[in-house]
């Protein structure tokens, strides 16, 4: 999710856990600790921006790593505030452990991948139930973990501000849930009554909502892609063709450098093997579909949040990410409103 949902899933999490003992001090910490395994965004400084890509949720999100050093950040609070606080070094361990936790196991319901279970397993794990913007999962932690900061810590209505709050968006997070599995049965009648053959498909909600969801059907050597809106009259989806085009990535494979071949493997893997390829000047694109063609909303560069741009250097293969240029105009908005709410 979007870093202001993490800091504010974080803050009220801490609020229920220690804002009692603490006062305003718990919402602020559990903000920091919901931040926290999104600084893996340093990476960006020392390597290229395709390894940061691929890197980002991985190690920093892993359930066990962020359990060992919880009571690290735990001590170091302790010490800051043992001569003024009642909270204890255990106290301040249940925090963050509470504030970590929550962050990569939402960050799962998303699309990009989260690999929670690290080092035991490279597995990305992405349940894809919800947008990594979603107002209606993140307006009622905002308003909880704003609120308390004017409530007096022993006042009993704070605590349960902050309970509400997190019942409120858990209770979306599971609609969610109910929303893809509505979803996927729709698709797989319309794979079926349109004779699409395939190996695999891969569901998640667009922009800003849980009502529009993109489908990405792989089938031998294409995609088809499209979309369904839990709001449209009928339900047939039309689908668009997309070729892979896999054949384009061979003569890179080859002719690329032990290193460059290594990080361009590890790149497909990324997609989960859903992306396609198209020829540019003596270069090709690589596009990551998982996130869905997005033509005719928002322009992006090459229609694709998500695409990379694979040439021949003389130093051998370059991988470049190509830059996503969002361009918001009244049309777009107004056609993924109405596309939304039904066709």
């Given at each position: 999710?979007?870093?202001?949902?993490?800091?504010?899933?974080g803050a009220t999490?801490?609020?229920?856990?220690?804002?009692?003992k603490v006062g305003n001090k718990a919402p602020f910490w559990g903000a920091v600790a919901g931040t926290i395994p999104d600084l893996d965004v340093v990476l960006n400084f020392f390597?290229?921006?395709?390894?940061?890509?691929?890197?980002?949720?991985?190690?920093?999100?892993?359930?066990?790593?962020l359990t060992l050093v919880t009571?690290?950040?735990?001590?170091?609070?302790f010490l800051l505030y043992r001569r003024s606080s009642v909270a204890s070094f255990g106290d301040w361990s249940n925090l963050f452990f509470w504030g970590l936790i929550t962050h990569p196991l939402l960050d799962s319901f998303t699309n990009y991948g989260t690999m929670i279970f690290y080092p035991l397993s490279d597995v990305r794990v992405a349940w894809r139930t919800i947008f990594i913007v979603d107002p209606l999962y993140t307006l009622p932690l905002l308003f909880a973990s704003i609120a308390v900061l004017f409530m007096a810590k022993t006042s009993l209505i704070r605590k349960r501000t902050a309970v509400l709050a997190l019942s409120i968006s858990t209770f979306y997070l599971f609609l969610t849930i109910i929303n893809k599995i509505n979803v996927n049965h729709i698709v797989e009648e319309n794979l079926k009554s349109q004779s699409i053959s395939h190996q695999k498909y891969m569901t998640s909600p667009t922009f800003f909502n849980n009502l529009l969801w993109s489908v990405v059907v792989k089938a031998d050597g294409q995609y088809y892609v499209g979309y369904y809106?839990?709001?449209?009259d009928d339900k047939q989806i039309d689908f668009s063709e997309i070729p892979q085009q896999k054949a384009l990535l061979l003569p890179y494979l080859q002719g690329?450098?032990?290193?460059?071949?290594?990080?361009?493997?590890e790149l497909i893997e990324f997609t989960e093997y859903f992306y396609a390829l198209e020829p540019g000047e003596n270069s090709i694109y690589l596009y990551d579909l998982r996130f869905g063609k997005i033509s005719g909303w928002f322009k992006y560069t090459r229609d694709f949040i998500f695409s990379f741009h694979i040439q021949d250097k003389n130093s051998g293969i370059e991988i470049n990410r190509t830059p996503s240029e969002l361009e918001l105009k009244d049309e777009s908005v107004n056609r993924l409103l109405e596309r939304t709410l039904g066709k």
């Open positions: 999710m979007d870093s202001l949902t993490q800091a504010v899933l999490v801490g609020e229920v856990v220690l804002g009692k390597v290229g921006e395709v390894q940061s890509t691929i890197w980002h949720r991985t190690f920093s999100h892993s359930l066990l790593v009571p690290v950040f735990g001590y170091l609070v809106s839990l709001l449209d690329a450098d032990a290193e460059s071949r290594a990080l361009l493997l």
